[in-house]
T-cell receptor
């Protein structure tokens, strides 16, 4: 079945540092890929998505590129802020009747001033 | 404002006492779904609904029931809750059942079963 693997956290960075959160996936077919963010005490919000190979999703300074050859969708940001502290979930959705999102286990990011 | 709402946000109950968590969306979305979030496991789908009167099991349906009598509402029912159902629950919806697209999540319901 489908699966998503994320790097374990927490990831602790200083403000303005470069961020990479690794995500790899296993899926039959050609899934769409997503990054969701969960701020403390809130629900999940879509951060960015990519629907086909070599697509780059971007939002709020975050980027991720759909790499079919390495089955990866790593999240990057050039300069993190304290307000980016949250839990980040990588997810995929494939073209099945169920259309569930398959999530990774989440990576907690802590940004220190 | 387009949103998914859940009630209650927090609930503490005892084993065996039936409860319902409500979910409502105001975006005229076809697809709705329930997930549970547990530490180290990410989110796992409990049940989903492709449209009114169309529901089906997700990955972890045991101990749960759902119904979809109206397009906007998708309640989650625990008829006899047990401590292993202590979790954070999210309802989600998306516009179309036809293709994978963005899912909008509610704020979550934290359930504790004693």
């Amino acid at each position: 079945g489908d699966s998503v693997t994320q790097m374990e956290g927490p990831v602790t960075l200083s403000e303005e540092a470069f961020l990479t959160i690794n995500c790899t996936y296993t899926a039959t077919g050609y899934p769409s890929l997503f990054w969701y963010v969960q701020y403390p005490g809130e629900g999940l919000q879509l951060l960015l998505k990519a629907t086909k190979a070599d697509d780059k999703g971007s939002n709020k300074g975050f980027e991720a590129t759909y790499r079919k050859e390495t089955t990866s969708f790593h999240l990057e940001k050039g300069s993190v802020q304290v307000s980016d502290s949250a839990v980040y979930f990588c997810a995929l959705s494939d073209y099945t009747g169920r259309r569930a999102l398959t999530f990774g286990s989440g990576t907690r990011l802590q940004v220190q001033p | 404002e387009a949103q998914v709402t859940q009630n209650p946000r927090y609930l503490i109950t005892v084993t065996g006492k039936k409860l319902t968590v409500t979910c409502s969306q105001n975006m005229n979305h076809e697809y709705m779904s329930w997930y549970r979030q547990d530490p180290g496991l990410g989110l796992r789908q409990i049940y989903y609904s492709m449209n009114v009167e169309v529901t089906d099991k997700g990955d972890v349906p045991e101990g749960y029931k759902v119904s979809r009598k109206e397009k906007r509402n998708f309640p989650l029912i625990l008829e006899s809750p047990s401590p292993n159902q202590t979790s954070l629950y999210f309802c989600a919806s998306s516009l179309s059942s036809a293709t994978p697209d963005t899912q909008y999540f509610g704020p979550g319901t934290r359930l504790t079963v004693l």
